[in-house]
């Protein structure tokens, strides 16, 4: 049984105490870590429930009657509902365990039965990982990927979301928020439009579930994928969701131990979902990490935590307007927090080691989002990144740092 969940009011300060790596040191200033877009940082929850479980509870999961195989089992499959819980999901048995958001999408795509000419609606500001499993399908397949444009903050036409979906169309995979721009998209329409001509969405919501709350059964989505690194918790586990019927559908992708129900010398029969999916050792102290920091995200004040994230993500962006020599990308209102900068006659890789150099870590380059950025006319973007634990101070600090690097590249 899981403790019950004691909502804490919301206290940044009180929140940072939990994180371990922010007391550390770069370059001899405070870390200011503005890259979680990337990677959220892990709190003290998470790193002693994986370390508990290795010093005392660990065997593999599943199949053994000793007490360690039982004591392991019960905590990986209380992630499991965890993670239902967090996503209200209709039941755990819609939730599977894969290596990464990444692998979710591609246990998707790759048990789709698609026939030349069959078409995937993508939007032109997905990540690598909801593209390129679609690009196996046109190359192995012979699909056709159709692209849904946006416009320079991220907004998307539903009009052309409807013109698009055609007799052919077998998916709509569709970010749930961008990792650039930081753009919500209008996923429930989508899924409405989708659904009133037969064809299933999958949403990726690696971005989207820790920005906000996430119902995929209000959604009405089919598949949903998510990831454990950016939800601070580990890396190595993502989760993918599926309605019953749409996992219950989908061909196993890797074949071994757990995902087989008989295995004879002339057939072989398939578990049900959703051990389907996970083949072999899966990674049991991931998820029971993953558990721990779904339940340490359930236990704060999730409102207050987005109002706070709106309010760096505002600051920032109201800072960074005011300077004629930053263009900002993606202006969307309602956006996450998440800021896409361009500094003028600068490549955002000087921009990164330059901020850097004085404590603040952001990301650059095209943030495995180059269809984005051919897009948004540029090769490469500075991107800074907000969560719970970030402050006020460090938002201005990231102004002050950045006018620096400005008079170094000028």
């Known amino acids: 049984m899981n403790a019950p969940i004691i909502k804490r009011p919301f206290d940044v300060a009180a929140i940072r105490a939990q994180f371990p790596i922010l007391?550390?040191?770069?370059?001899?200033?405070?870390?200011?870590?503005?890259?979680?877009?990337?990677?959220?940082?892990?709190?003290?929850a998470v790193i002693e429930a994986m370390s508990a479980s290795m010093r005392g509870a660990y065997a593999n999961v599943h199949r053994g009657l000793h007490t360690l195989a039982n004591e392991t089992t019960e905590a990986y499959?209380?992630?499991?509902?965890?993670?239902?819980?967090?996503?209200?999901?209709?039941?755990?048995?819609?939730?599977?365990?894969?290596?990464?958001?990444?692998?979710a999408i591609n246990i998707v795509a790759a048990g789709l039965d698609i026939k030349p000419g069959d078409e995937i609606v993508l939007s032109v500001m997905e990540h690598h990982s909801n593209i390129v499993p679609w690009h196996f399908l046109r190359e192995r397949r012979g699909a056709v990927l159709k692209w849904l444009d946006i416009d320079d903050d991220g907004d998307i036409d539903l009009l052309k979301v409807d013109g698009l979906i055609g007799p052919r169309t077998k998916m709509?995979?569709?970010?749930?928020?961008?990792?650039?721009?930081?753009?919500?998209?209008?996923?429930?329409?989508?899924?409405?439009?989708?659904?009133?001509?037969?064809?299933?969405?999958?949403?990726?919501?690696?971005?989207?579930?820790?920005?906000?709350?996430?119902?995929?059964?209000a959604l009405d989505v089919d598949f949903y994928a998510c990831t454990g690194h950016k939800l601070y918790g580990?890396?190595?586990?993502?989760?993918?969701?599926?309605?019953?019927?749409?996992?219950?559908?989908?061909?196993?992708?890797?074949?071994?131990?757990?995902?087989?129900?008989?295995?004879?010398?002339?057939?072989?029969?398939?578990?049900?979902?959703?051990?389907?999916?996970?083949?072999?050792?899966?990674?049991?102290?991931?998820?029971?990490?993953?558990?721990?920091?779904?339940?340490?995200?359930?236990?704060?004040?999730?409102?207050?935590?987005?109002?706070?994230?709106?309010?760096?993500?505002?600051?920032?962006?109201?800072?960074?307007?005011?300077?004629?020599?930053?263009?900002?990308?993606?202006?969307?209102?309602?956006?996450?927090?998440?800021?896409?900068?361009?500094?003028?006659?600068?490549?955002?890789?000087?921009?990164?080691?330059?901020?850097?150099?004085?404590?603040?870590?952001?990301?650059?380059?095209?943030?495995?989002?180059?269809?984005?950025?051919?897009?948004?006319?540029?090769?490469?973007?500075?991107r800074a990144s907000f969560a719970c634990y970030n402050t006020a101070e460090e938002v201005d600090h990231f102004i002050e740092a950045l006018h620096k690097a400005r008079k170094l590249l000028s």
């Open 23 to 44: 007391s550390r040191r770069v370059n001899d200033r405070p870390l200011i870590y503005l890259d979680n877009a990337a990677s959220a940082q892990k709190p003290e």
């Open 77 to 103: 499959e209380a992630a499991r509902t965890s993670i239902a819980r967090f996503l209200s999901a209709p039941s755990r048995e819609s939730i599977a365990f894969t290596k990464s958001g990444t692998q």
């Open 234 to 382: 580990p890396t190595g586990i993502g989760v993918l969701y599926g309605k019953p019927e749409r996992l219950a559908a989908l061909p196993p992708f890797e074949g071994g131990g757990e995902m087989i129900d008989v295995v004879e010398r002339e057939r072989v029969t398939y578990n049900e979902p959703p051990h389907r999916f996970e083949a072999g050792t899966p990674p049991i102290l991931e998820a029971i990490g993953l558990g721990a920091a779904i339940e340490w995200i359930n236990a704060q004040d999730r409102a207050a935590i987005e109002a706070h994230e709106a309010m760096l993500r505002d600051r920032a962006m109201n800072a960074l307007r005011a300077l004629n020599w930053v263009k900002l990308h993606g202006q969307q209102p309602n956006k996450g927090a998440i800021v896409a900068f361009s500094v003028d006659g600068a490549h955002p890789h000087d921009v990164a080691q330059i901020l850097d150099r004085q404590g603040v870590a952001v990301r650059a380059g095209h943030h495995c989002a180059q269809p984005l950025m051919q897009r948004l006319g540029v090769t490469a973007t500075a």
């Open 172 to 217: 709509v995979a569709l970010t749930h928020m961008s990792n650039v721009l930081g753009a919500r998209t209008p996923a429930a329409e989508v899924v409405r439009i989708a659904h009133a001509k037969g064809v299933p969405v999958l949403l990726d919501g690696c971005q989207a579930a820790v920005h906000g709350r996430v119902d995929v059964s």
